[in-house]
């Protein structure tokens, strides 16, 4: 092995955690691959037997990059409903292999992608390094030209505004995830209102992205989101992995129609994203029949 083939290996060694701080960073898995692709370039024309710590370093690149791009993103939206939309991994359900298990970790929901697209580039940086990733504040102030101080500073607020979005935790358990989504549609297939509001929690959220050219919906509580739960005709479910929790591509007459990500937890569904743009969801259906 030469000196290159030696320093590619190393450098694929720590891939996966680099592209899972991209994603957490951006939100996008295209930015997040040309995040840590830039980092390999650098490496690739850098002294790398200088270097002490590798992780660090990379982590530091692929960091630095991913500021760049938040703040280059944040100064070209002009209208509010051009905000950037995170991108889903979606999977067959019970296929995982190493890398999508580092990026579905339960930090990467898409409710929590969705308040992380809120925050300052700054206060993502230092709460996706600090909160999700360990750093301490002395590397993440080097990174974010920032004192210390200023970067636990950073940090809080952006914790604070997590905490105030009051982010559901999904149910660890897939099996039980199943069994409740799979009651939600057989009452939605049979139009069986009373089931549907069992299975829902009382302050249920039901979210609709219908892409950058029209606003999001949004429903709550559980009877108007059981009004809204209605089986599409010609619709066939594909069993997903939507940012790691259980999820469903729909389709009809054959043709992908959304993608649906629901959070469950206690036994009842207490959230529902559902991806209307159809751009997005050809893209995501792509990937997910790719795969079976």
Not at 68 to 88: G, I, N
Not at 106 to 126: G, N
Not at 248 to 254: A, V
């Amino acid at each position: 092995m030469d000196e290159n083939e030696w320093l590619a290996a190393r450098f694929e060694q720590h891939r996966p955690r680099l592209r899972a701080v991209a994603y957490r960073m951006l939100g996008s898995l295209a930015d997040a691959d040309d995040a840590v692709q830039d980092a390999w370039l650098r490496l690739s024309r850098s002294d790398a037997e200088r270097i002490d710590n590798l992780d660090g370093w990379l982590t530091a690149v692929v960091a630095r990059e991913c500021l760049h791009m938040l703040r280059s993103r944040r100064r070209r939206r002009e209208d509010p409903f051009a905000a950037h939309l995170p991108d889903l991994v979606v999977i067959p359900d019970g296929d995982l292999d190493p890398e999508q298990e580092a990026l579905l970790a339960d930090s990467v929901s898409l409710a929590l992608l969705v308040v992380l697209d809120q925050l300052t580039p700054a206060e993502r940086l230092a709460f996706v390094l600090h909160d999700l990733f360990k750093l301490p504040f002395e590397e993440i102030a080097g990174i974010a030209g920032r004192t210390p101080a200023a970067a636990r500073q950073l940090a809080s607020r952006a914790r604070r505004r997590v905490h105030d979005a009051k982010i559901p935790s999904h149910d660890p358990d897939l099996a039980r995830q199943r069994q409740v989504v799979r009651a939600f549609y057989a009452a939605a297939w049979n139009g069986d209102f009373d089931a549907l509001v069992q299975v829902l929690d009382p302050d249920v959220v039901l979210r609709t992205d219908f892409g950058t050219t029209r606003p999001p919906t949004v429903v709550r509580g559980a009877p108007a989101v059981a009004k809204q739960a209605r089986a599409p005709r010609g619709g066939q479910l594909r069993p997903a992995l939507v940012n790691g929790a259980i999820g469903t591509l729909i389709t009809r007459d054959g043709r992908p129609f959304s993608v649906m990500a629901f959070t469950v937890a206690g036994d009842k569904i207490v959230r529902i994203d559902i991806v209307r743009d159809p751009d997005r969801v050809h893209r995501l259906a792509s990937a997910l029949l790719n795969r079976t």
